[in-house]
């Protein structure tokens, strides 16, 4: 691959999964180290542009607009031009979109889309290594800069946004004690959620044991009615709900001052892990050899736990038998994980 010349203008198709386009950051980052030059902007879509727009790695978001009928929306808003497209997404569509932005276009080649690219790593060797999903992002970043690896990813919170936070903490939990963050959904399907009776149960017992504690419910707005459920269940001055009611760089920014955060396997917990956070992840149908935590930019990793079944990792969205992988999953397990990790009580 020819290097590109000194002062390169990239425009990176970013993801439109939370804990995707946090992963796709640390190849940002890695790229941004050998080639600091570059001046690198990302099409995001609405739901990731937040994570975008807090990467130290890129220079501008774009806004991707709606997709409307062929052709008119084939540069999907973006008026400019570049000189190499970088596509993280495997669809025809981001290939194509991006196939009018630069005159070389870097991708897996899958989907049946490798005309659209000038430069395309083969998408099925990949695969056959069975690497996790942060190898994807640096195998690409690679192809654009070969010195290029992938970095912990990590956010930039503004004081704005920081003091903002910090000003809602001390009205969470104004004794200033330990604060659990607890993501109870996944929005990628009920299959990877813990079992709402488990949360229940666990939460009510560590609000009894821990009388310093303050626990605080995240979500979006699409996964909200699980974090309703443990609401309605558990009554506690000290179990406040901003699920659905924060964006996402609020969130990131709120969660950054938490003590631990508790999550199933989401985007969430990747957007800990880029704000420092230590935390407990709960696994089930997903494989964390695959798509599990990555090492936090001072270092640590969350604790994964699960319960081994024959039938995991199935990858299914929805369980059809038993869900038995989360269900085995117990409170006791995750209640003796959590304790262990919040700081003694004062």
Known sequence: MKELPEGSRIYVRGLNWIGDAVL????????????????????????????????PAVDRVLPLAPRGRFPAPLK???SESFDLALVLPRSFSSALDSFFLAPRRVGFASEGRGLLL???????????????????????????????????PRLRLSPELSGEAQSRLTRISPEGGPV???NPGAFYGRAKT?????????????????PDLTIVLFSGKADRPMAQILEEAIASPRLISLAGTL??????????LCTLLLTNDSGMMHLGGAVDRP??????????????????????????????????????????????CMEGLSPDLVRAEILRLLPEPR
């Open 24 to 55: 796709s950051l640390g190849s940002l980052q890695g790229l941004r180290a050998v080639r600091p030059d570059l001046s690198i902007a990302v099409g995001a879509p609405g739901a990731t542009a937040d994570v975008y727009r807090l990467s």
């Open 76 to 78: 999907r808003g973006i």
């Open 118 to 152: 000038t430069e395309s790593p083969s998408f099925s060797e990949w695969k056959e290594k069975g690497l996790h999903q942060s190898s994807y992002y640096e195998t690409l970043a690679r192809a654009v800069a070969p010195g290029a690896v992938f970095l912990p």
């Open 180 to 182: 659990l963050a607890v």
């Open 194 to 210: 813990w079992p709402s009776g488990h949360f229940v149960r666990l939460l009510s017992e560590l609000l009894g044991s821990r």
């Open 247 to 256: 964006t996402l760089a609020e969130s990131a920014a709120l969660l950054s």
């Open 279 to 324: 935390g407990v992840a709960l696994f089930g149908p997903t494989d964390p050899a695959a798509t599990g935590p990555v090492e936090s930019p001072s270092g640590h990793r969350f604790k994964v736990l699960l319960h081994k079944v024959s039938c995991a990792p199935c990858l299914l969205r929805e369980c059809p038998i038993d869900h038995r």
